[in-house]
């Protein structure tokens, strides 16, 4: 079958498309751009202006009142998204709830789950973990009054493209279990887009009688995932990634229900107090919700939350399933053409071949001139994003990017690296 035959069957096996839902950044010469860094910042959906809309009505119409008043009053505004979201990852609607940002809702989490003791209180994550969750756990472990250097334990990666296998995560588990308090991963790393086995670790963080914690700004609307099957304890993501929820969007966090009752210890706030006496100003003792909900300390970004549901109203139409499924479909096709040995001498694909240990994503590694590349790709109209020094991720989203664009980015990199100029 010939490349054309082979994007005509794709298109017949996913013939719905939700591309006109969304807008797509425009180009040089007024063209639209082959936008393929949505695991970055995802792109605007077209409804994200009625549904901030109806939020500014409410306000300009209710006024304080709205928080009661309306559809959707305010007061209850964190419960619109429990169910789409809980679909996404795998968990029951009381388990999630959208907040603050990604670095605080770890935070958050921490507080609850990182209790180190004298003999308990080592820390797995991967070497290759994102900046943000590296600087949030060493100032934890300081606050603690421990030292990172004795406490954090990094996993390095197996390969030299930097994929981590997991037998060595297990091995580093069982070795230190005695010691071990925490394993915090990226559920899709963010570098390599390795897509962890998180049901199998978190079996063998458990034996070590540990917590398991994930971060899935790179795994959340990008791979299914099972949390509470899973029964991992918590996790965080960010929606403005593969959510599409805009620049600075809601963060997200799960608990799972088995932590509900264990009184763990939590930085408190109001939104976090039993609901029913949320309001009663003479309220002086703590009495957090029973759910997720009880690791809220504010009342709920509104007009952020509203760009979120857009977007969801999106997946809700396109179905869970065929975002995941089109979403395969699209990495098995970049990774089938990226991988012609004819760009061999120019680049190597550093995500893992095998479907199961990748999402969307994928990241090539340059031997030289990675900004050139990166630089040209960007003149046609091809936009990935750039991991300095060389490292050049693609995600196409199955929501909004086509199989087209996969061969036009195929056959940009031929251009730009067999027949320049
Ligand atoms: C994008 C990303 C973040 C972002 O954190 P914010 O607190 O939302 O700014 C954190 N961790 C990982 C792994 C990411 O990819």
């Known amino acids: ?77 964190h419960h619109y998204s429990k169910t789409q979201i809980g679909k996404l990852v795998g968990a029951f609607e009381n388990e999630v709830v959208m907040m603050n940002t990604l670095t605080v809702n770890l935070h958050l989490m921490l507080t609850s789950f990182y209790l180190p003791t ?171 919700t029973e759910t997720v909900d009880g690791w809220q300390l504010s009342n709920a970004p509104i007009i952020n939350l509203a760009c979120l549901h857009a977007s969801l109203s999106i997946f809700e139409k396109a179905g869970y399933d065929f975002v995941f499924e089109k979403g395969k479909a699209m990495s098995d096709l970049t990774y089938s053409l990226l991988s012609d040995k004819k760009f061999e001498k120019y680049f190597k694909i550093i995500t893992p071949a095998n479907q199961s240990e990748r999402g969307n994503q994928i990241s090539l590694f340059f031997y030289n001139n990675s900004d050139e590349v990166f630089q040209q790709l960007r003149e046609k109209n091809i936009l990935g994003d750039m991991r300095k020094p060389n490292v050049i991720r693609f995600a196409p989203v199955p929501l909004y990017n086509t199989f087209e664009e996969i061969v036009k980015l195929y056959n940009a990199l031929e251009e730009i690296l067999l027949m320049p100029a």
């Open 1 to 77: 079958m010939n490349l054309q035959e082979k994007i005509t069957q794709l298109n017949h096996q996913f013939p719905k498309s939700f591309r006109d839902e969304f807008y797509i950044p425009k180009g040089k010469n007024g063209n639209s751009m082959t936008y393929l860094c949505g695991n970055s910042l995802g792109v605007q959906p077209k409804c994200v202006n009625s549904f901030i809309q109806n939020e500014l009505i409410k306000w300009s119409e209710f006024g304080v009142e709205a928080h009661f008043e309306g559809t959707q009053p305010w007061m209850y505004f």
């Open 118 to 288: 004298e003999k308990k209180n080592k820390i797995i994550i991967e070497s290759s973990a994102f900046s943000s969750d590296r600087f949030a756990l060493e100032s934890v472990v300081r606050n603690h009054g421990l030292n990172p250097d004795n406490v954090i334990i990094a996993v390095n990666p197996t390969t030299e493209n930097g994929i981590i296998n997991f037998q060595d995560i297990c091995n580093l588990i069982n070795e230190n279990a005695d010691e071990l308090a925490l394993v915090l991963l990226g559920g899709v790393n963010y570098y390599t887009g390795q897509y962890f086995d998180i049901e199998n670790i978190t079996k063998a963080c458990h034996i070590a009688n540990a917590k398991m914690g994930v971060d899935l700004a790179h795994a959340v609307g990008n791979v299914p995932l099972k949390l509470h099957d899973w029964e991992v304890d918590f996790a965080v993501w960010c929606s403005y990634k593969y959510l599409n929820a805009g620049p600075g969007g809601v963060g997200g966090a799960y608990v799972h229900e088995k932590h509900f009752k264990s009184n763990l210890p939590k930085l408190a706030g109001w939104w976090g107090h039993n609901e029913a006496t949320r309001f009663l100003m003479n309220a002086t003792k703590f009495d957090p």
